[in-house]
Antibody, heavy 122, light 110 residues
Framework: QLQLQESGPGLVKPSETLSLTCTVSGGSISSSSYYWGWIRQPPGMGLEWIGSIYYSGSTYYNPSLKSRVTISVDTSKNQFSLKLSSVTAADMAVYYC??????????????WGKGTTVTVSS | QSVLTQPPSVSAAPGQKVTISCSGSSSNIGNNYVSWYQQLPGTAPKLLISENSKRPSGIPDRFSGSKSGTSATLGITGLQTGDEADYYCGTWDGSLSAVVFGGGTKLTVL
């Protein structure tokens, strides 16, 4: 059974870079047809798509975050990662990683991690 | 302000049926598939419906999805107290080149 687990610091200082890793177990991140992505949810609010990556390194990013976001993949570790630079209080959220279809006309995230809470504070 | 519009809340009695609407435009729902997610309190969202109306394995047929024009609808029949959750619709927006979501609908089973 495919499982995903987010990890990383729960506290990040303003203006610094948020770094999270998602470890995939029970399956290979190199599976064809699927992308791997990040979605976040600020406290008490809705879902916001951050971006997705294919095992080859091909990426899609939310244009509203693109200037600050980098998603990378490490197939040898069956992991993919998120970096978000210059964080502010607006970046405080629960960050979810998951398996997705190709961003486009039939996008969905069918397997989700449990999420990790990131707080931005000095 | 979400790109897709959902009612903030809906409610119904156990055993009854409820529908949750998701309204968009030709740049998103009108030309792309819609997915629906259920988020139980304190947990991660779970995929309920993909490609407008497909239920993943393990999702009961009490849950159904449909799309017409620039709107989509999630239907839940035989409501149970365990269905109390937030429900989100999502799709691709070709104008924004981004995945977009509705603001979420809180379902209360009275």
């Amino acid at each position: 059974q495919l499982q995903l687990q987010e990890s990383g610091p729960g506290l990040v200082k303003p203006s610094e870079t948020l770094s999270l890793t998602c470890t995939v177990s029970g399956g290979s991140i190199s599976s064809s047809s699927y992308y791997w992505g990040w979605i976040r949810q600020p406290p008490g609010m809705g879902l916001e798509w951050i971006g997705s990556i294919y095992y080859s390194g091909s990426t899609y990013y939310n244009p509203s975050l693109k200037s600050r976001v980098t998603i990378s993949v490490d197939t040898s570790k069956n992991q993919f990662s998120l970096k978000l630079s210059s964080v502010t209080a607006a970046d405080m959220a629960v960050y979810y990683c998951g398996r997705t279809t190709t961003p486009g006309y039939y996008y969905y995230m069918d397997v989700w991690g449990k999420g990790t809470t990131v707080t931005v504070s000095s | 302000q979400s790109v897709l519009t959902q009612p903030p809340s809906v409610s119904a009695a156990p055993g009854q049926k409820v529908t949750i609407s998701c309204s968009g435009s030709s740049s998103n729902i009108g030309n792309n598939y819609v997915s629906w997610y259920q988020q139980l309190p304190g947990t991660a969202p779970k995929l309920l419906i993909s490609e407008n109306s497909k239920r993943p394995s393990g999702i009961p047929d009490r849950f159904s999805g449909s799309k017409s024009g620039t709107s989509a609808t999630l239907g839940i029949t035989g409501l149970q107290t365990g269905d109390e959750a937030d429900y989100y619709c999502g799709t691709w927006d070709g104008s924004l080149s981004a995945v977009v979501f509705g603001g979420g609908t809180k379902l209360t089973v009275l």
